[in-house]
């Protein structure tokens, strides 16, 4: 769904020539969000808040404002935002390098950002000649892939100098890219062609799996054997079998998907509907659905478990969901 929005508001922002940075105030503003007979917390943050990235420890929760020049820091004790870190290009995916404690971040307007998450600082940045959608990176840390939204491609840059090293093409419109668990193959969402290409890294051979629909974000299981694919039109969530690069099994009906993240203790598959705003609960197993889902904010994107809490990016009302799952 993020593209088309975000191609629209590019093109608005150079037609009104309003490229300067964004100043936003990085105190958390708490509200209510009702829905029903459920009373949740909200936090305030930048505009558009999608994809979302858990720290290490566990500690703050990174939030990428799609529609907005920063990446807002919440304390997950406090549920405040701490810090707002500016100067990223209206950020759209995060990927931690290995075990440090560095993120490469995307973002849609040229850009690709390393951040000292233990610090909250920018590192590096480098601009690049197309508009970048998703981001993965290998087990070591020292390549990162990032879709050439403009020409159908997949970077693979050096992590400490952000310099082009290989290029993958894709289909058209790619989108979401996950990394298969031995890092020899590649996953791309090409969301024009309604299919998924699957790209050998030492040879750059294509094969395509064919959805329909609009696949588009990629999210695996801890050890990358499995991803979870969302298919917004097609209104089923795609698992992959990284080491054969096969659909094994698919949950159907269930009305434009986003993210799909499994818990820590990866028992339970949390699936959000953007028009429906709801959290929805899979065995993960079984992948039967479960009697609980959540209602959240508007036009929700972005699910992450932090111990007894969900949080939810709501894209439509620039807020954060602080939802209790026990």
Do not use: R
């Not at 094969?207 to 969302?230: A, F, M, Q, R, V």
């Amino acid at each position: 769904m993020k593209n088309y929005i975000i191609i629209f508001l590019f093109a608005f922002v150079i037609t009104s020539c309003k490229e300067n940075k964004k100043e936003t105030d990085s105190t958390a503003v708490e509200n209510k969000l009702t829905t029903q007979d459920i009373d949740y917390p909200v936090i305030k943050v930048g505009k558009g808040p999608d994809a979302l990235f858990l720290t290490p420890d566990k500690s703050f929760l990174y939030v990428a404002n799609v529609e907005d020049t920063l990446i807002s820091v919440i304390d997950t004790q406090t549920d405040k935002v701490i810090k707002n870190i500016e100067g990223i290009k209206y950020p759209w995916g995060f990927v931690q390098l290995a075990e440090s404690n560095l993120v490469a971040v995307s973002g849609y307007d040229k850009q690709v950002v390393i951040i000292d998450f233990d610090n909250h600082t920018i590192l590096k940045e480098k601009l690049f000649e197309t508009h970048i959608g998703g981001i993965t990176a290998n087990k070591k840390g020292n390549l990162i892939y990032a879709i050439a939204i403009d020409e159908n491609k997949v970077l693979q840059l050096d992590a400490t100098t952000l310099n082009i090293l290989k290029t993958f093409h894709t289909g058209k419109g790619p989108d979401g890219i996950g990394i298969s668990g031995n890092d020899s193959k590649l996953f791309v969402t090409n969301t024009e062609d309604g299919s998924i290409s699957v790209i050998d890294i030492e040879t750059g051979k294509q094969s395509i799996l064919k959805t329909g629909g609009k696949p588009e974000l990629i999210h695996s299981n801890k050890d990358h054997s499995l991803l979870y694919i969302s298919n917004f039109f097609g209104n089923k969530i795609h698992i992959i079998d990284t080491e054969n690069g096969e659909i094994v099994k698919e949950i159907e009906n269930i009305k434009t998907p986003e993210e799909a993240i499994l818990s820590e203790d990866e028992n339970i598959l949390y699936v959000v509907s953007f028009d429906l705003s709801e959290v929805y609960v899979y065995d993960a197993v079984t992948l039967e659905k479960k009697s609980t889902s959540y209602e959240t904010g508007n036009k929700p994107i972005g699910v992450m478990p932090v111990g007894n809490k969900l949080y939810v990016s709501n894209y439509g009302d620039n807020s954060i969901s602080i939802i209790n799952n026990q």
